[in-house]
C-alpha cells in the first residue's frame, strides 16, 4: 500500500510540475486579456453598435487597429518631423504631469534601446560588495562607470529582478562578466539563484 502511495505521489507531483506553469501562463494572459478589454471596450462597443460584430471579434479588431497605430506612431518618431513632435509633446507633457518624467525614465530602463537602457547595454559582472578581503559576491548589473574606474551597480533581488539595491563600488572589487548575457543572468536571480553554478563557470 505504501508503494501504490509513493508511486502515485510520485506521478501526481510529476503531473502537476507539467500543467501548473501552463495553468498559470493561462491565467496570466486571461488576466491581461480582460484588462485590455476593458479598457478597449468603448472602441468595442463602437463596433459592435455599428457593424453588429460579436464582441470578441470587436475585441480583436480593435487589438489590431491599436497595434498598427503603435507601429505608425514608432515609425513617425523616428523622422526628425515626428522626433520633434514627440520633443514638444514631452515638453508640454512634463509642464502639466509632473510625474510623467518618472514614468517614462522607468520605462526606458527596462525597453529603451541600448543608449538609454543600463539592462541592455550593461554587462554582467560579480561583486564583492562587503570589500575584497571577503568572499561573498553577488550578481549584479554594471549600470555606469566613473572617471576614477570605479562601478555603479545594480543588483537586482530574487525572484522579482526589477527591484534591488544600487551600489558605487572600486574598480577591483569588480568581476566584469562580458561573456555572460543580462538575459542570462536574469533567469538565475528570477529563479532565486538556481543556474548560478553554471553561468558563473570559469573562463576558459
Not at 509513493?6 to 503531473?15: E, I, L, N, Q, R
Not at 543580462?182 to 576558459?204: H, N, W, Y
Request: glycine share 8%; with cysteine.
Amino acid at each position: 500500500m505504501s508503494t501504490v502511495k509513493t508511486t502515485f505521489s510520485k506521478y501526481f507531483v510529476a503531473g502537476l510540475l507539467a500543467l501548473l506553469p501552463i495553468a498559470i501562463l493561462g491565467f496570466f494572459f486571461r488576466w491581461l486579456f480582460g484588462i485590455l478589454t476593458d479598457l478597449i471596450q468603448p472602441f468595442t462597443n463602437i463596433l459592435i453598435r455599428s457593424i453588429g460584430l460579436p464582441e470578441i471579434a470587436s475585441d480583436l479588431i480593435v487589438c489590431l487597429i491599436i497595434i498598427i497605430c503603435v507601429f505608425m506612431i514608432g515609425l513617425l518618431v523616428t523622422t526628425s518631423f515626428g522626433l520633434f513632435l514627440h520633443t514638444r509633446f514631452d515638453v508640454t507633457l512634463q509642464r502639466v504631469a509632473p510625474g510623467y518624467q518618472m514614468v517614462k525614465d522607468i520605462v526606458n530602463q527596462f525597453m529603451g534601446d541600448k543608449s538609454n537602457s543600463p539592462f541592455r547595454k550593461g554587462a554582467v559582472a560579480r561583486v564583492r560588495i562587503f570589500g575584497g578581503t571577503i568572499d561573498t559576491s553577488v550578481t549584479a548589473i554594471v549600470t555606469s562607470q566613473h572617471e576614477d574606474g570605479s562601478y555603479t551597480v545594480f543588483v537586482p533581488t530574487g525572484p522579482n529582478p526589477t527591484s534591488g539595491f544600487i551600489y558605487h563600488v572600486p574598480a577591483d572589487y569588480v568581476e566584469l562578466r562580458p561573456d555572460i548575457k543580462i538575459e542570462s543572468a536574469m533567469r538565475t536571480v528570477i529563479a532565486c539563484g538556481a543556474g548560478s553554478d553554471k553561468l558563473f563557470k570559469p573562463q576558459p
